[in-house]
């Protein structure tokens, strides 16, 4: 349980996140990829094609030339999507933002505030 | 004059620009908030108290040392039963020195804060911010 100060700053600290542009962006395109169905179907079909070709490989099998074109034309279709590509490119800006960010959380800490905050199976 | 369009570059601009200043502040202002949580000030003290304690720094001494020297085995999975035995006495000599385990717990307690309010924002953001914090992903 965060005390209310803390609680205050963490609030206010993701409300200027929030509206950084990196983080809006995002949001913006997160929101826009969830609503297109055709995007979304893209992205299903992806998903659908690489579990194929996962699973043909745990089971010690060499994926069909196939899978392997399957894999290659949604692969393919997914990367001639405006939604999917645009969002693709504001992940990797607020992949990049974020760092920056926490790095002056940390600065005000002292303390390296991502390894404190890392998943525990993190390596 | 300025065309028009560069006008609005120009606004965008300097929106951006005061919106991550904005962001960066805040950043600061929350790791400050951090730093006075009395679950920092334990870590603080904790931390003293331990690298005052010769008994717990010839512990951790110990346990590192034979640590690092069965790194290759370690990292490997080679790591003889023997060796397994000894490594694991170590580590329990050292974590029941006292000023140990209150370091222990007290990094256990700090951390469980940092990974609230890093939900708290990762909520509020619609991002993980754990997974997304490092450059290159967590272990970035």
Redesign the interface.
């Known amino acids: ?3 209310t ?17 990196a ?2 962006i ?2 913006i395109a ?1 929101e826009a990829l969830a609503a297109d169905p055709v995007a979304q179907g893209l992205l299903a079909d992806l998903r659908e094609h690489q579990e194929s070709l996962a699973r043909t490989q745990r089971a010690g099998l060499t994926p069909s030339r196939e899978q392997i074109d399957q894999l290659r034309l949604c692969q393919a279709a997914a990367r001639a999507n405006q939604m999917i590509m645009a969002h693709l490119r504001a992940t990797n800006e ?3 933002y ?2 920056t ?2 790095l ?7 303390v390296d ?2 390894s ?4 525990p199976s ?2 | 004059m300025l065309h028009p369009a560069t006008e609005d570059q120009a606004d965008f601009a300097a929106v ?1 620009s005061a ?2 200043a ?17 679950e ?1 000030t334990a870590l603080l003290a904790a931390d003293r108290a331990l690298s005052e304690d010769a008994e717990a720094v010839a512990a951790i001494e110990a346990f590192n040392g034979l640590q690092a020297e069965l790194r290759v085995e370690i990292t490997t999975g080679a790591l003889l039963d023997s060796q397994r035995v000894e490594l694991d006495r170590l580590r329990g000599a050292m974590l029941a020195v006292p000023s140990v385990a209150s370091y222990v717990e007290a990094t256990a307690a ?2 469980a ?6 939900s ?2 990762s ?5 993980d ?7 290159g992903g ?3």
Do not use: K
């Not at chain 2, 754990?130 to 450059?135: E, G, P």
């Open positions: 349980m965060l005390s100060d803390l609680h205050e700053a963490t609030v206010e600290f993701a409300r200027a996140l929030r509206q950084s542009p983080v809006a995002h949001g997160a607020v992949q990049a974020l760092p960010v926490v002056e959380v940390s600065a005000a800490l002292g505030y991502a404190l905050i890392a998943p993190c390596c | 951006t919106a991550e904005e962001a960066l502040t805040a950043a600061s202002t929350f790791g400050a908030a951090l730093r006075a949580s009395p920092f700090f951390q804060v940092c990974r609230e309010t890093a708290v924002v909520a509020q953001i619609g991002i911010l754990a997974a997304n914090c490092r450059s967590c272990c970035g």
